[in-house]
């Protein structure tokens, strides 16, 4: 069993970061793969970027590729997410996710638990 709970969410303009971190508590963190996957209103979930159990291998939707980073520490059980170049088109609630596997997961039904989500709007 894994619990997840975010923070770091809130309003910025146009060109701003921000980062959005996870704290996982159970002992599976470790061997979990996770991902994050945001909402915006009116729209389905959607992938955001994933990251293998160890970290060594990471992956991310076309639309945040070259401004996203996703990072992991397993000794403090955290996932973060620093988003750069912000856009008004990434205002969603972003969710992290994991896994009961160690590969990589690209859709929502492929993970396990889920957190309450942070919000993170943009401002043009």
């Known amino acids: 069993q894994v619990q997840l709970v975010e923070s770091g969410g809130g309003l910025v303009q146009a060109g701003d970061s921000l980062r959005v971190s996870c704290a996982a508590s159970?002992?599976?963190?470790?061997?979990?793969?996770m991902g994050w996957f945001r909402q915006a209103p009116g729209k389905e979930r959607e992938f955001v970027a994933t990251i293998s159990w160890g970290g060594g291998t990471t992956s991310y939707a076309d639309s945040v590729k070259g401004r996203f980073t996703i990072s992991r520490d397993n000794a403090k059980n955290t996932v973060d997410l620093q988003m750069n170049s912000l856009k008004p088109e990434d205002t969603a609630v972003y969710y992290c996710?994991?896994?009961?596997?160690?590969?990589?997961?690209?859709?929502?039904?492929?993970?396990?638990?889920w957190g309450q989500g942070t919000q993170v709007t943009v401002s043009s």
């Open positions: 996710a994991a896994r009961r596997f160690r590969g990589l997961g690209f859709k929502s039904d492929e993970y396990d638990y």
């Open positions: 159970g002992r599976t963190f470790s061997s979990s793969a």
